[in-house]
C-alpha cells in the first residue's frame, strides 16, 4: 500500500465492528484515530503503529485537531527505521511547526547513531558525529576537543583507556563546549556525560551470544546526551553546556583489561575489576571528574548501565538516581510535562561501599552474575564517587527505556529515544 492515505482524529468511540481495543476504523476517505478522553498521547501513538503495521508507506494528516503534541505522538509510532519520512503534517502556527521539526531532528539523528553497525560507529567516529551534529546547530558557539588512544592513558583517563585498550580502534573522549555568550568566563550551567561504548562484548566476563546482539545500543548515553543538547539549542539554549562523551569498544584481545586489575582514577579513587562487563561505569567515572572539574551547577550522566534497572522498571521507563531530592522531583516534573516516563530508584551515600576490595577503595561490581541484588543502585553508587560537591545537583539516569528489542502496539522496534525531550526541557528550565 503506497498511495498518500489520509488520517484524521475523532472524539467519538470507534465503532464496535472494529472489535475491543481497537483505536482506529477505515472509511473510503481514509483512517480515523478514535481518541478516548484521557492517556490521548498513547492512543495516538498507538493508532500511529496500527497504521503503520498495515503496510501504510505515506499518510497525511488533516483536521484542526492535530496539535504540536498529537503530531508528534503520530510521528512517534508511525516512524520505523526503514521509514523515517512517511508523514505530510497537518497545518500549524509557525512556533509549533518549527518545534517539531527541532525534534524530528534531535530524536531521528540519536536514532540513527543507535542503529548504526558497530563496523560503522567506532569510538572515534561516534565522537566525530556527536561534536559535527552540534556544530552544523551552532558552529560559531561550539568549541570541542577529542583525545583518544595513548593519549587518554597519558592524561590519566584509566576507565576510558583501561576499557577501550583491547580493541585495535582506540577509544576516545570527546569534550564539547557550547557557549553562546563567548565569554570564556562565564560559568558552565550543566556538564552533560554520556557512555559511549560503540560495542560491548563484555570483555573477559564474556555476553552470551543473545545479549550480545543488541550491545551495538551501548552507546545510547551519548546519543541522548547529545540529541537532548541539540534539541535544547533548537529551543533557544542560552546556557554555556559542557558535554563529555566517554566512548570505547569493549573487546577481547591480548590487551584487553582483565578481571584482578587495578585502576587509579585522577580523583585518587582506586578501583578492583571484579567484571570486565560492567565497564560503562568506568569510562563515565572519568567523565565525572571532568564535569565536576569544570565547576558545572548541574551534572547530568546517562548511560545504557544495569539490566538491573530493566528488570526493576521495563522497557518503558528510565531509571533516575540522585542523592538531590529536590533535583529529582524537578526533573520527574519534567518528565511528566514531556510525557515521558521516568522512575526513581533507590540511592544512598553507603551504595559507594556495597561493592568492597581487599586491594583497592572498591570493586566495579560484586563478583556475581548481573552484579548481585541492588545492582542499579550500587553502579549509581559508584558513580558517586566521582562527583564532588556531596553529590548534590548531580542526577544519573540508567537507560531502560532507550530500546525495544522488537515491537509492541507503540513503536516500531529499536531506538526509542525515550529520555531526549525531558533533558532537554530540563536544561532550558532549570533556573541555576
Not at 503495521?53 to 505522538?73: F, I, P, R, S, T
Not at 553497525?117 to 565522537?127: G, K, Q, R, V, W
Not at 583518544?148 to 576499557?163: F, N, P, Q, R
Not at 558535554?243 to 578492583?272: F, Q
Request: one cysteine or more.
Amino acid at each position: 500500500m503506497n498511495s498518500m492515505i489520509i488520517v484524521q482524529l475523532s472524539n467519538q468511540p470507534v465503532p464496535a465492528i472494529w472489535g475491543d481495543g481497537s483505536v482506529v476504523s477505515t472509511q473510503e476517505s481514509g483512517i480515523t484515530i478514535h481518541l478516548k478522553g484521557k492517556n490521548n498521547h498513547l492512543t495516538i501513538q498507538q493508532g500511529a503503529r496500527a497504521i503503520a503495521v498495515m503496510g501504510v508507506q505515506q499518510c497525511k494528516l488533516v483536521g484542526a485537531d492535530w496539535n504540536l503534541e498529537a503530531q508528534w505522538n503520530f510521528h512517534q509510532g508511525f516512524w520505523s527505521h526503514k521509514n523515517q519520512q512517511g508523514v505530510v503534517f497537518a497545518e500549524m502556527d509557525k512556533q509549533s511547526q518549527q518545534q517539531l521539526q527541532n525534534r524530528i531532528k534531535a530524536y531521528q539523528w540519536a536514532k540513527n547513531q543507535i542503529h548504526a553497525t558497530p563496523e560503522d560507529l567506532s569510538p572515534l567516529n561516534l565522537a566525530q558525529e556527536a561534536a559535527t551534529f552540534i556544530c552544523q546547530i551552532a558552529p560559531d558557539k561550539v568549541s570541542y576537543e577529542i583525545l583518544s588512544g595513548d593519549e587518554l592513558a597519558e592524561k590519566g583517563y584509566v576507565g576510558i583507556h583501561g576499557v577501550g585498550r583491547g580493541s585495535e580502534r582506540p577509544p576516545a573522549l570527546l569534550t564539547l563546549d557550547y557557549n553562546p555568550s563567548s565569554d570564556s568566563n562565564a560559568p558552565v550551567s550543566v556538564a552533560l556525560v554520556g557512555k559511549g561504548i560503540t560495542f560491548d562484548s563484555g570483555g573477559y566476563s564474556l555476553k552470551a551470544s543473545e545479549t550480545m546482539f543488541l550491545m551495538k545500543i551501548d552507546m545510547g548515553g551519548a546519543a541522548t546526551v547529545t540529541a537532548a543538547l541539540a534539541l535544547a539549542m533548537l529551543n533557544g539554549l542560552n546556557k554555556r553546556v559542557k558535554l563529555i562523551l566517554c566512548c570505547a569498544e569493549n573487546l577481547v584481545s591480548g590487551h584487553a583489561y582483565k578481571l584482578g586489575d587495578i585502576l587509579t582514577y585522577r580523583n585518587g579513587v582506586s578501583v578492583e575489576i571484579a567484571n570486565t562487563d560492567a565497564e560503562g561505569r568506568l569510562v563515565l567515572a572519568d567523565g565525572l571528574i571532568d564535569a565536576t572539574a569544570s565547576g558545572a551547577k548541574l551534572i547530568v550522566d546517562a548511560a545504557t548501565l544495569t539490566g538491573a534497572a530493566m528488570v526493576a522498571v521495563g522497557s518503558r521507563f528510565n531509571a533516575l538516581f540522585s542523592l538531590d531530592q529536590a533535583l529529582m522531583q524537578r526533573y520527574l516534573s519534567y518528565a511528566n510535562q514531556e510525557q515521558e516516563y521516568h522512575w526513581p530508584l533507590p540511592l544512598e551515600t553507603w551504595h559507594a561501599d556495597e561493592c568492597p576490595s581487599s586491594f583497592a577503595d572498591t570493586q566495579n561490581s560484586r563478583p556475581v552474575k548481573g552484579g548481585g541484588v541492588g545492582g542499579a543502585s550500587n553502579a549509581a553508587g559508584f558513580l558517586s564517587r566521582f562527583v564532588d560537591n556531596d553529590q548534590q545537583t548531580w542526577l544519573h539516569i540508567d537507560l531502560a527505556g532507550v530500546y525495544l528489542e522488537s515491537a509492541n502496539k507503540y513503536a516500531a522496534a529499536g531506538a526509542t529515544g525515550l529520555g531526549i525531550k525531558t533533558l532537554a526541557r530540563a536544561l532550558i528550565d532549570e533556573a541555576l
